[in-house]
C-alpha cells in the first residue's frame, strides 16, 4: 500500500487530509513538526511527504533543503499558507515538486499527490512476507510453509495490513479504518472475531494481544518482494 508522510502541526487539517487519503485507499502516518519529519522522510518508508513549511522546530524549507541535500528524492508536495510569489519559488527551486495554498481543497490535493505518484517508476510489489508467512497479492493466495491457506477477502486485507506492520502495535480502530472503512460501527467486535479467524488458520501464536492497545505481528522481520 502507498504511505504517505503527512507533515503539519494544525491538527484539524492533518486529520482531514489523513482521513481522505486513507478514504481513497493510501496508508498514512502524520508528524507535527519538522524534526520528526525529517527523520521519517528519511527512513525510506513512504512514497511521497505533504510537507507544511510552518512547522515547530525545522521549518518545512529546512527540511526540504536537507532531504535534496542527503539526495533524498523523495517527492514533496508544500501545502502551506504562505502564498507569496517568493515563498513559491523558494519551494520550488528549493526540491519540491509541487506547491499548494491554504486555505485548499482537499480533492486537488489529492489530484496533484496521485500525479507525483504516477511519475514515480517502481517495480510492482506483488509478495509481502512475514517468516514463513507469505501473501501473493495479485493472486490473492496465502501461504504458512509449504501449506496454502484458504482466506476471505476481509481476512486477507487483515493479514496484509499485519504483514507490513510487522512487531508494530496496530489499534482496533486502526484496523477497522484500514479494511472495514470509516463508516464501521467503532463500536463493533469484528475485528476481534477476524484476528480468531485468522489465529485459526495462520498459527495461534502469530498475532499478539496487546492488552489496552491492540495487536501486531510477531515472529521474523517482514520482505516485500516478487515471487520466486
Known amino acids: 500500500m502507498t504511505h504517505i508522510l503527512i507533515a503539519e502541526d494544525e491538527q484539524g487539517i492533518s486529520s482531514l487530509i489523513e482521513k481522505g487519503l486513507r478514504g481513497n485507499g493510501l496508508d498514512t ?12 522522510a528519511q527512513s525510506g518508508d513512504y512514497d511521497l511527504m505533504v510537507l507544511d513549511l510552518g512547522l515547530p522546530g525545522k521549518d518545512g524549507f529546512t527540511v526540504l533543503r536537507r532531504l535534496r541535500e542527503s539526495r533524498n528524492a523523495i517527492p514533496v508536495v508544500i501545502l502551506t499558507a504562505r502564498t507569496s510569489v517568493a515563498d513559491t ?8 515538486d509541487d506547491y499548494m495554498s491554504k486555505p485548499f481543497r482537499f480533492e486537488e490535493l489529492l489530484a496533484r499527490i496521485r500525479l507525483r505518484l504516477n511519475a ?15 501473501l501473493d497479492l495479485r493472486t490473492r493466495r496465502a501461504v504458512v510453509g509449504d501449506r ?5 477477502t476481509r481476512e486477507f ?5 499485519f504483514l507490513r506492520h510487522p512487531g508494530q502495535v496496530l489499534s482496533r480502530k486502526q484496523l477497522l479504518s484500514h479494511v472495514w472503512g470509516y463508516d464501521f460501527d467503532p463500536g463493533s467486535n469484528v475485528v476481534d472475531v477476524y ?13 499478539q494481544t496487546v492488552r489496552g492497545q491492540g ?5 521474523e522481520n517482514v520482505a516485500v518482494g516478487s515471487p520466486g
Open 29 to 40: 502516518t502524520t508528524v507535527p513538526d519538522g524534526d520528526s519529519a525529517l527523520r521519517q
Open 89 to 96: 519559488v523558494a519551494g520550488l527551486q528549493g526540491g519540491a
Open 120 to 134: 514515480i517508476p517502481r517495480p510492482p510489489v506483488t509478495v509481502v512476507r512475514h517468516g514463513e508467512f507469505s
Open 148 to 152: 496454502a491457506v484458504d482466506l476471505t
Open 157 to 161: 486485507l487483515l493479514a496484509e495490513m
Open 195 to 207: 484476528v480468531r479467524y485468522l489465529r485459526r488458520k495462520l498459527g495461534s501464536d502469530r498475532i
Open 215 to 219: 495487536y501486531r505481528l510477531v515472529g
